[in-house]
């Protein structure tokens, strides 16, 4: 038995049942098979107009398949016109599907991008049902956004490349600016260090020249007392010596 696979989950945009693909299927050119569904009658189309707008609605939207118990299956677009109650219908059920998913309502989300897409599918497969050039022209839209949208991602990415460039860059920046802080420290302290050591020696320098004039200045005191000392006892010998001639 062939893997299982499960089909696609639910989309708003309006499919016909699940057909079983033969190999005759295969080699067929693609055809709608919603061929029990009414057409308004203000409004029929021929088989080559239905033909032509069934081929550009699976060009637009190619139908889905997937192998279920060993036989593949497809699901193509409904080519039935769409009334007024089924955009109604659309746009209640894209609210509920919101509602469901829990979409954010502001900022990014892929949820309701998602689901915003497949209801623009669905107005685009509801307007080339009924005008195929219109239809063309939303498909042109359609890729247009889809092409900008992905361009923003894309800078996006790169801008978020950048970023975490340049912040790895400042990591290594700052690390580096870390270590030179580290030597700068360890510098400071050694020059504080060095600091320390020449005021020590001025202070012992000063002291010791302080001594030395202290020692000097007393050395002079005691120099000039004796010399003055010597002096006097010239001085009374000198008029000794002179008084008695008097």
């Not at 996006?156 to 290594?172: C, D, H, I, N």
Request: charged share 35%; glycine share 2%; net charge neutral.
């Amino acid at each position: 038995m062939a893997e299982r696979i499960v089909p696609f989950p639910d989309s708003l945009v309006k499919y016909n049942n699940p057909e079983l693909v033969t190999k005759q299927d295969e080699k067929a050119p693609l055809a709608g098979a919603d061929k029990k569904s009414p057409r308004p009658k203000t409004a029929p189309l021929t088989a080559d107009a239905k033909r032509e707008t069934e081929e550009v609605l699976n060009s637009i939207l190619p139908p889905r398949e997937w192998e279920e118990e060993g036989q593949l299956w497809r699901q193509r677009v409904s080519t039935t016109p769409a009334t007024r109650l089924d955009v109604v219908n659309l746009q209640e059920s894209l609210d509920m599907k919101l509602l469901q998913r829990q979409a954010r309502e502001t900022g990014i989300c892929p949820i309701r991008r998602e689901l915003y897409a497949q209801c623009f599918d669905e107005l685009i497969r509801q307007v080339t049902v009924n005008c195929t050039e219109r239809g063309l022209l939303l498909l042109r839209i359609r890729d247009e956004m889809k092409m900008t949208v992905e361009a923003y991602q894309s800078l996006y990415t790169s801008s978020v490349a950048f970023g975490m460039r340049k912040a790895l860059q400042s990591e290594q920046g700052k690390y580096d600016l870390q270590e030179d802080i580290e030597k700068l420290k360890e510098e400071k302290l050694e020059l504080e260090h060095q600091l320390a050591e020449l005021k020590q020696k001025s202070e012992q320098n000063e002291r010791r020249a302080a001594e030395i004039r202290e020692a000097e200045e007393r050395k002079h005191n005691e120099e000039v007392t004796f010399l003055k000392k010597t002096n006097q006892q010239l001085k009374i010998q000198l008029e000794g010596i002179i008084a008695p001639k008097k």
